[in-house]
C-alpha cells in the first residue's frame, strides 16, 4: 500500500483514523484533539482534510478545534447536525485524495446521513459505527431494513478490504457473535486472538472484510443456517 493508516484511539473507546499519502494527510472523524494533534505533531504531518462519517459527539467534538486550514467533508443528509462543510457528499459520490480515488457510500442505520469513504487502492473502508468489527452500531434512528442494506452493501467490498471502525467494541461484540453460532471455528479462533491483543492492549481494529463475513453474525443473518446447537 502507498498510504500509511495511523490508529488513534480517544476518548474511552473511540478511533480516529489519519490517512497520508504523497505528502497529503486526512483525518476520518475527530473525538477528541490532543492525540490527533500529538501524532501529527510527532510525524511531522500536517492536516489538509477531515472526513466525518456521522453527527454523533464522539466523531466531531474536534473537528472545530483541528479544521483550521483544512477540507471538511460530511454528508449533505446530515449538514444540518454537522460541523460547517466545506464540501457535502451523497450516495455514489467519489473525489480524490493524493493520487487516489476516494468513494462514498451512504450507510444509515446507526444514524440516518451516516456515511462510509471506500479508497479502492487502498482496499480500505472507513465505516465508522455502520459496520464494525464483529458486530455493528446500535440502531438509533435508520430503521432495521437501512442497516441491513448498508451492511449488505459494504458486504459486497472486495474481501481483503481493511474495515476500519469507530470503536474498540470487539471483545464483547464477540461474546454476543458466540451466542448465535457458539461452534463456529472461524469465530472461536479470532475470539482467542482478540483476548490476547486485547491483554496486550492493542487494538483489534482494523479487521478484514474476509474475517467479518465468516465470523460477524451481522454478515451473515442472510445465511440460511448458522452453527446453532
Same mark, same amino acid.
Given at each position: 500500500?502507498?498510504?500509511?493508516?495511523?490508529?488513534?484511539?480517544?476518548?474511552?473507546?473511540?478511533?480516529?483514523?489519519?490517512?497520508?499519502?504523497?505528502?497529503?494527510?486526512?483525518?476520518?472523524?475527530?473525538?477528541?484533539?490532543?492525540?490527533?494533534?500529538?501524532?501529527?505533531?510527532?510525524?511531522?504531518?500536517? &492536516?489538509? %482534510?477531515?472526513?466525518?462519517?456521522?453527527?454523533?459527539?464522539?466523531?466531531?467534538?474536534?473537528? *472545530?478545534?483541528?479544521?483550521?486550514?483544512?477540507?471538511?467533508? #460530511?454528508?449533505?443528509?446530515?449538514?444540518?447536525?454537522?460541523?460547517?462543510?466545506?464540501?457535502?457528499? %451523497?450516495? +455514489?459520490?467519489?473525489?480524490?485524495?493524493? +493520487?487516489?480515488?476516494?468513494?462514498?457510500?451512504?450507510?444509515?442505520?446507526?444514524?440516518? #446521513?451516516?456515511?462510509?469513504?471506500?479508497?479502492?487502492?487502498?482496499?480500505?473502508?472507513?465505516?465508522?459505527?455502520?459496520?464494525?468489527? &464483529? +458486530?455493528? +452500531?446500535?440502531?438509533?434512528? #435508520?430503521?432495521?431494513?437501512?442497516?441491513?442494506?448498508?451492511?449488505?452493501?459494504?458486504?459486497?467490498?472486495?474481501?481483503?478490504?481493511?474495515?476500519?471502525?469507530?470503536? *474498540?467494541?470487539?471483545?464483547?461484540?464477540?461474546?454476543? @457473535?458466540?451466542?448465535?453460532?457458539? %461452534?463456529?471455528?472461524?469465530?472461536?479462533?479470532?475470539?482467542?486472538?482478540?483476548?490476547?491483543?486485547?491483554?496486550? #492492549?492493542?487494538?483489534?481494529?482494523?479487521?478484514?472484510?474476509? %474475517?467479518?463475513? @465468516?465470523?460477524?453474525?451481522?454478515?451473515?443473518?442472510?445465511?440460511?443456517?448458522?452453527?446453532?446447537?
Amino acid at each position: 500500500m502507498s498510504f500509511k493508516f495511523a490508529i488513534i484511539p480517544c476518548l474511552s473507546d473511540n478511533y480516529a483514523y489519519l490517512v497520508h499519502g504523497n505528502g497529503k494527510t486526512a483525518l476520518i472523524d475527530a473525538p477528541e484533539a490532543k492525540p490527533i494533534q500529538d501524532y501529527l505533531d510527532a510525524h511531522g504531518w500536517s &492536516l489538509d %482534510e477531515i472526513w466525518i462519517t456521522h453527527h454523533h459527539d464522539d466523531h466531531i467534538g474536534a473537528v *472545530e478545534e483541528l479544521r483550521s486550514g483544512t477540507v471538511v467533508r #460530511g454528508a449533505k443528509a446530515d449538514a444540518h447536525r454537522l460541523p460547517e462543510l466545506d464540501v457535502a457528499h %451523497e450516495d +455514489g459520490d467519489s473525489f480524490e485524495f493524493a +493520487g487516489s480515488e476516494v468513494r462514498v457510500f451512504d450507510v444509515s442505520g446507526h444514524t440516518i #446521513g451516516h456515511i462510509a469513504y471506500y479508497i479502492p487502492d487502498e482496499s480500505a473502508a472507513f465505516t465508522a459505527d455502520s459496520l464494525m468489527a &464483529l +458486530g455493528c +452500531g446500535r440502531v438509533f434512528e #435508520g430503521t432495521f431494513d437501512q442497516m441491513w442494506a448498508s451492511l449488505s452493501k459494504l458486504a459486497a467490498l472486495p474481501p481483503e478490504t481493511l474495515i476500519f471502525s469507530g470503536h *474498540e467494541y470487539t471483545e464483547a461484540n464477540g461474546r454476543f @457473535a458466540l451466542t448465535i453460532e457458539p %461452534e463456529n471455528p472461524a469465530l472461536q479462533k479470532r475470539m482467542t486472538e482478540i483476548k490476547e491483543a486485547r491483554a496486550k #492492549g492493542e487494538a483489534t481494529v482494523p479487521s478484514q472484510l474476509s %474475517e467479518e463475513l @465468516a465470523t460477524n453474525p451481522f454478515l451473515r443473518a442472510g445465511l440460511q443456517r448458522l452453527n446453532r446447537p
